[in-house]
């Protein structure tokens, strides 16, 4: 029997066969570990042509540990880091960054997941205080943890206001594919072209298995990621299949294909929610995140078949999610069951 389509998450979608193939093909004989092998090695010459010729690119193991890599490559002892309220890295990641880097975080509440140059300037005041945690990096999101976008005009915007204070530009790209197809633009104009000083290239959202990438465009940062790498538990020894896999995103844009599927099925599933009776999206579909206000009632019977989450359960607003692998017949038939389970 099939189970029905889960809308919890694109963790929850399979591996997409040419990255399974692309694994496979790297299993034939020994190579070497850690990296020194001919996978990486075309993965990383495929960074610097997608986000130009001082890119750096480092393949590591998941999201977090991304995060866990990158962020400290812009941080001293006392410094902070400014980031939205919802930002992954502030609700997702157990504390990670305080107890595994030693930094504050500083979140800002917004009203779409999205940082302004203005909440970078609220809290440039507090440089040269030595009774302030140092605001030295600032934080984004691409997706946000609302599904919502920054153009490549916010991001350099942003990128002008913390280097203007003496700070940089980190950004967690765990959906930075989905992100570039909504806007229909190259990821390098989104990452390079914005501004932006180190990024996490995600690809286990996007069709992989597990294959996250730090990628660092500012050469005064690179020396110390080998050791903040094998520090954090991110050096893979049998880097091959990991590199093979973010290799075969790069491959022919396999991730935009992807991203703009899993884009056009969100789409597809919150242009269908226009009649239902009660329900109401929280948030513009802008990825392949739809946020909805959903009676509890209705939550619930939909939750008897369907896995998916509540994002706020007290305002009532769940989180369906959609994939590389997400078919039209799957979102209409839960289309169907929410129209059904809305209907007196």
Partial sequence: MTSPKSFASDNHAGVHPTIFEAMAAANHGDAPAYGDDTWTSAFERQIKDVFGPQAEGFAVLNGAGANMVGLPLMLGRYDAILCADTAHIATHETGAAERLLGVKLITVPTPDGKLRPADIAGHVHKLGLHHEPQPRAVSISQVTELGTCYTPAEIAELA???????????LDGARLANAAAHLNCGLDAITTAAGVDVFSFGGTKNGAL???????????????????RRQSLQLASKMRFISAQLSALLTDDLWHQNAAHANAMATRLANGLANAPGISLAYPVQSNAVFATVPAQVAATLQSRYLFHHWDEAAGIVRWMTAFNTTPDQVDDFLNAIHKATTP
């Fill in 210 to 228: 597990a294959a996250e990438a730090v990628v660092v465009l500012d050469p005064t940062l690179t020396q110390a990621v080998p050791y903040l």
């Fill in 160 to 170: 002008e206001a913390a280097h203007s204070a003496g700070m940089r530009l980190h």
